[in-house]
């Protein structure tokens, strides 16, 4: 049973599902942009390349925080011009949790529609252009539908991944309820105080019923589309 | 329409170099596993960038062409169908990317045999089924050649003679030049209008069909063993013990029952080690097919035989015999003897491949 949820709780439950699903679906095309490069061409810089994406997966999540917060702080060198010339910044805004959600959740979803797209033949792709179709159409009407089911787990371990993001978040954005307070930092929060204990307990129920669904949705949709790709 | 292919490239362990010429009808790329044939068609199909590359579709170059403008309906080894469409939506794909209705769909569907396959996917295709999708699929691309890679190599002997009977129909119905990688010389026997020999990256003999089969010189290029004539016949009556008569211009052929009626043209595979050799006319042998021929030359092809071309009404028979017969018989060219046809092989729907042996 659910306790009842004081409303800092309840705003960080939706800011976190804002953020995440902005973080998944903004870093989508370059994820799949990478794990196509990854997967298919072969380049200088192939490894640095790889092991770049992978980078926030063995850092600790505090110091890619940090570094997004050099990066990406308003006298940041990439902060700095975005600052000046558009008056666009990630410091400590809802924008930036989704940043560090995005950079943090990378790597899984590369890895997943990477795998995906090498288990596709491509001597289909081939077969496919023998047939009058110029490489973009191959792509879309061949190789795509083949990785969607990839392309779905990884954008759901993704969306996951961000739901529970701590460490680089709160290192970039701080922990500013309504603003910049996720599922994890205020669960952190409403530990640190007295009597917070039942909200925080009823936050954690709640992660676990939005990890689960997602799970489920996951399997469910990635089930139906192998099916159907699969020719069954 | 006819295809000419020039063709030079350097793989790191042999050299590819081949000038070839494909009338319409079916032209035969014969050799074995490893030779090349499937890179030359894969160069054809613009899948494959040689180091040099002439390739003429009626005087009009292809070679400069990306593999999507070049207008062939390649039919792959392992069929290549895609997973995530119906039967419907593969046979439809090439037309659904030009955007707009399948010419032809019905009359492919039924030539090939797809109505009731064209809801399932191809998971739930056997071998056969898959194969014919594959072409049909080829063909509704609306190709201005066709490739075949080994199209019935992975396929059982049931299989290969539901498909054979549909390639011979696109041999006979399309004006397409027709290009058959094969190793497998009964499918060739049965298919091939020309044939090119194709041997560790080169071409060592091309010509049509029946000539370069008959040819002892050629022979022992497609394997001794398989080496063999083919004749052109027609079905002369339908005996009341069963058999078919079959007239061969210098004789008649008896065969188990085929079905037809008399006058119908027919092709007929006789391996020359299926042939022996008689000064006269035997009698008292069980062997009903026997036939008056003239020796036309004798060729040495292995240690212990020779190949000796015949002539037959003025097609050409080969037999194989052992050089110790030759000196026994005496045989030399011009001389008249009789052949004794032991067996003889269908190329033509109705009969499956296989050998024939209708003796006594």
Not at chain 1, 36 to 42: D, I, K, M, P, V
Not at chain 1, 77 to 95: E, K, M, N, Q, S
Not at chain 1, 147 to 159: R, S, T
Not at chain 2, 141 to 153: G, K, Q, V, Y
Request: hydrophobic share 50%.
């Amino acid at each position: 049973m659910i306790p009842s949820l004081p409303p800092e709780a309840w705003q960080a439950l939706t800011l976190s599902l804002k953020v995440s699903l902005w973080a998944t679906l903004a870093s989508l095309p370059l994820g799949l942009l990478t794990a196509h490069a990854l997967a298919r061409w072969r380049f200088p810089g192939h490894g640095l390349l790889n092991g770049l994406v992978h980078l926030p997966l063995i850092l600790p999540p505090v110091v890619t925080g940090y570094l997004l917060l050099l990066a990406f702080g308003r006298q940041g060198w990439i902060g700095a011009p975005l600052w000046d010339w558009f008056g666009v910044t990630f410091a400590f805004r809802w924008t930036g949790a989704a940043l560090a959600a995005a950079v943090m959740s990378f790597p899984l979803m590369v890895r997943a529609i990477r795998l995906a797209i090498e288990a596709v033949d491509p001597r289909l792709e081939q077969a496919a252009a023998t047939l009058g179709a110029p490489a973009p159409v191959v792509w879309l009407t061949v190789t795509l539908p083949l990785i969607l089911p990839g392309i779905i787990a990884g954008a759901i371990l993704a969306f996951a991944k961000a739901m529970g993001e701590f460490g680089a978040t709160i290192t970039f954005v701080a922990n500013i309820p309504g603003q910049t307070q996720t599922l994890p930092t205020a669960i952190y929060s409403f530990l640190q105080i007295p009597d917070g204990e039942s909200a925080a307990w009823g936050l954690a129920l709640v992660s676990v019923a939005v990890a689960f669904l997602a799970l489920a949705l996951s399997e469910g949709l990635s089930r139906r589309v192998a099916a159907r790709i699969a020719g069954r | 329409m006819t295809l000419e292919i020039r063709l030079a490239h350097h793989f790191p362990d042999f050299r590819l170099e081949v000038d070839l010429t494909a009338p319409p009808g079916l032209t035969c790329l014969f050799g074995r596993s490893g030779s090349g044939k499937t890179t030359i068609i894969n160069a054809v199909a613009g899948l494959l960038r040689p180091d040099q590359a002439t390739i003429l579709l009626d005087g009009q170059p292809l070679h400069h062409l990306p593999p999507h403008r070049r207008g062939v309906g390649y039919v792959f080894q392992d069929a290549r169908l895609f997973p995530h469409l119906t039967v419907h939506g593969n046979l439809t794909y090439a037309a659904r990317i030009r955007r707009r209705a399948p010419r032809d769909l019905d009359r492919i569907v039924a030539l090939l045999g797809l109505a009731p396959l064209l809801d399932r996917r191809p998971g739930a295709l056997s071998g056969g089924e898959r194969q014919r999708v594959a072409i049909g699929r080829a063909l509704l691309s609306e190709p201005r050649l066709i490739l075949m890679d080994e199209p019935l190599a992975a396929l059982d002997e049931a299989r290969k003679a539901e498909i054979l009977p549909h390639i011979e129909a696109l041999r006979d119905e399309l004006r397409l030049p027709i290009l058959y990688v094969s190793h497998a010389l009964p499918e060739v026997a049965r298919l091939a209008t020309t044939i090119a020999v194709i041997e560790a990256g080169r071409m060592v003999a091309q010509g049509p069909a029946a000539q370069l089969l008959s040819d002892p010189a050629t022979a022992a290029l497609l394997g001794l063993a398989d080496a063999g004539a083919i004749l052109s016949a027609r079905i002369a009556a339908q005996e009341a013990d069963g058999l078919t008569r079959v007239e061969t211009g210098a004789g008649p052929l008896w065969l188990p029952r085929l079905s037809g009626a008399p006058g119908q043209p027919v092709r007929l595979r006789i391996a020359a080690q299926d042939v022996m050799l008689a000064l006269d006319r035997p009698l008292g042998l069980s062997a009903l097919n026997i036939l008056p021929v003239r020796v036309l030359s004798l060729h040495p092809a292995d240690a212990a035989g020779a190949l000796v071309q015949l002539d037959l009404g003025g097609q050409s028979l080969l037999a194989r015999v052992t050089h110790r017969s030759v000196q026994a018989l005496g045989l030399v060219p011009g001389q008249g003897a009789f052949a004794i046809v032991k067996s003889v092989a269908m190329a033509r729907d109705g009969v499956e491949g296989g050998p024939q042996s209708p003796q006594g």
